[in-house]
């Protein structure tokens, strides 16, 4: 019977034997002073070391890569509490150092460890120590933390940017249906609406938007036809504040392609409106202005002609009593009102065509437009006796809106004009040149009215800039270069000394 | 003779007194559920012998011990705690405590206190 | 799942907290003999709540900067036991500890989980006559941001928290334990407790 419980025993313990000496985990035992009491043989062909070199031998020894104080208070521990303590390899990667061969890519030369200490026997202090390797787990692991890096970076930047548009951008989501979904934190702050105010509510529905009838179907155009629209549309928040909106309508759709929705992007324009209202005012204004001068100028251009008209009728009044009119008189006198006539006739044309807005580029000879736009100026030359000087070929042509011309020109010389009131000047002269060079023409209107201070001559173009007297509006130089630039495709600039300014056109020859 | 159970656990109460009344009787026996009342009943009842818990609520043991003292020099603390660590029964026999002894007391530990006060 | 929400009464409350207690005894004496040094113990507190209450219960802790450890337990008591240490309490134990490395340092938190937490659960279960085992791979240190995706935790529908402290004072050292049981074991927990119950009366 004993012997049958001793050849039992020691089956049990072959059994033992074979599993830890074929089992796939590294598996010693030591004492708490760390010596080497078994080594199975998963160690012994990972750490190229045989067991019977390793017994009784130190394990720090034989790894110094070993911290002796963590193992000694790790096996101690284990000791006092009879329950295995251990090392994970996600904090302390490896305890025996085992070089990885694997072919392969990994991200770890040594393999990583798990390893269970687990109390033995108290009397004589002994461990096991249970290594398993855990390198493709850790590997895996790693890729996943580098990639989840990757991934977070990339999701705050997102994050980011949708804050960013969040508090930036002026954004509506409309669902299909047209069912308000969202709205950007920047629109709820301008338009004064909560979420709760606007999220759920039709889009049409919202009767703020104030969309006209023609408007809303060309909305529902798009809509339908899921394309890109853009408009301008007027509305009144909630403090009763008018606000001007240029909207772009964008279709939505998910990662599947799908068509979701619409994105409302918005922008405040209602500066630019205001400011545009505005400057439609000014314009208007100083047409008013220029209108103004022109009848007085007609008025002045009339009452000659009008007065030898009325003095013609006077003389056949006065033949016809005295009995002395006859028929070649009356030709004559004909003749003299017919041409007086005409004369009007031409002076209105050219007065109407300096406001018509409908005109056509024409080609003209420019001493053809120094010369209609020194009819617009007749008045003040005789009176302040101003001498014009005229270099200008006579064959020079310049295809152009023709009028808007002759209003340039006619502002920079009741510009110079102005500019003489205020001093006086012996010879006064106004200069202007014309050449060609290039495919552009050259004007230069030149005056020696004392020339403009250097802290002002960059503000001379400015709207409401006047140095002059205060029934001015300031606007000649600022509607001169407006014409300049944004009709006839030029450029305008002013140079000047003590005595003379010199203001430079530089326009093409064919507009 | 008279004895004093004090610890706010009912369980531990009842397991303390189960051993106790297998040597002495049960109308020997009170009871208090911090050390302010522990310390109320030894100013009225001077009880020859304290069992007390350090970790309770109102007033921990460690307080109640030099008070209870003070009330009645003769008493006989027995610290019964699960707080085992040696600064622990160190501190509670410093301020006066006869023994520290491991909670839960079985029959034999009981004996072995009772015989050891004797 | 049992979705009937199991209730503990006064009795039963009571005695759960002095086993608990007992057991928290011996582990802190472990404990505080690794480190040599003194815990002052503190009542722990018993509570049965739901997986939101106590992820709500969780966030407290994300407001500073804390290590977070938990490792599983399995027998007829069964669940998981989480560590709570912050960033100074972690930093003062590597002092005391002489550690100053990093891995060294997670290494060292993870090890006084599993002390406390073997420790704690093996005189909890002695004490209620049943055994526990526990398994390596369930020691980890998670990111708190990642508590309420934890597929662990997601196991329960209602846990029974105990809460104590771990407070080495002069050492500056504090932590929370936190023992979370699956619901199966608290229908074996209340059983067991009323067992105890029943033969003291």
Redesign the interface.
Known sequence: MAQETAKHNFEISDITQKIIANIDSGVLVLDDELNIHSFNKWLELHTSLKEEKVLNKKINDLFNNI?V??LT??I??AL?????????S????YLIPIQNNQIGTSKYSFMQQ?V?IIPLCDVKKLVALIITNKTNMANTHALLKENIVVVEKLHNEVIKEREIIDRRVLLVKINKELIITDASKAYLKLSNYTKDQLLGKSFFSFKKYNFSKKLKEEIIHHIKTQSLFKFEYKTIIKNAEELWFKVTLVPEYDINDKHIGFLLFKNNITASKELQTHQEQVILNSRFTAMEEMINMIAHQWRQPLSQMSSIFINIKLKKDLGTLDAQYLDNAHNDIYNTIQYLSTLIDDFRGYFNEDEYITEVAFHNIFEKSKIFIQSNQKIDKITYIQNIDKDLKISTYKNKLIHVIVNIFKNSIDAFKDKKIKNKKITINATKENNYILIHIIDNAGGIKKDIIKKVFEPYFSTKSKNRTGLGLYMSKKIVQENLNGTISVTSNNENTDLLIKLPLQL | MRYLVTDDSKLARMTLIKSLTKFVDNSQIMQATNGNEAIDIVDKYKPDIVFLDLTMPEMDGYEAIPKILKSNPKTKIVVVSADIQTKAKEMAISLGAKLHVQKPINSQTMQEILELLE | MNLEKITFNDDEKDVLQELINIAYGNATAIVADILDAFASLSVPIIEVMTINELLFKFNNFKHSSYFFSTQAFIGDFSGECAFFINEESANNLAKHLDIDNVADLDDAILELTNILTSSLTMRLAQEMHTEVTYSLPNISKIPLSELSNSKTLQYYSQVIVIDTKLNFKEQHIDGQIFILTKDGSMQWLKKQLNIILKSLI
């Open positions: 911290n104080k963590i208070r790790k101690k521990t006092k509490i009879q329950t295995p303590t251990y090392y994970t996600n904090t302390s990667k798990d269970s």
